[in-house]
């Protein structure tokens, strides 16, 4: 399955971005998705996660009560909404996946169970 991360773009602190995480041609519904970030001379960090049925999610402590992961299968995409974002939270974004209809989300999956990847998008926090 081949991902598409868009939404990127500036914004100032405090501000808000909707990411999407889109994989035209093919269906997302079998598979946990997961987005995760890398800063320039920082290592990548997973961010947040959802199950395939939406009903399992994952936080990073980083980004708990200012990120929401959603789905929309009827529309197959996967979308990260970030609010209240602050300049360490500059990076570029990702979305990957790993197939799985009863795989619950959890650091674990995320940091050693992701099988595709897509192209990130650039997230800049303006201070």
């Known amino acids: 399955v081949q991902l598409q991360a868009s939404g990127g773009g500036l914004v100032q602190a405090g501000g808000s971005l909707r990411l999407s995480c889109a994989a035209p041609?093919?269906?997302?519904?079998?598979?946990?998705i997961g987005w995760f970030r890398q800063a320039p001379g920082k290592e990548r960090e997973g961010v947040s996660c959802?199950?395939?049925?939406?009903?399992?999610?994952y936080y990073a402590d980083s980004v708990k009560g200012r990120f929401t992961i959603s789905r929309d299968n009827a529309e197959n995409t996967v979308y990260l909404q970030m609010n209240t974002l602050k300049p360490e939270d500059t990076a570029v974004y990702y979305c990957a996946a790993v197939q799985g209809t009863l795989r619950q989300c959890s650091w674990h999956l995320m940091y050693y169970g992701m099988d595709y990847w897509g192209k990130g998008t650039l997230v800049t926090v303006s201070s």
């Open positions: 959802i199950s395939s049925s939406g009903a399992s999610t």
């Open positions: 041609g093919s269906t997302l519904d079998y598979y946990v």
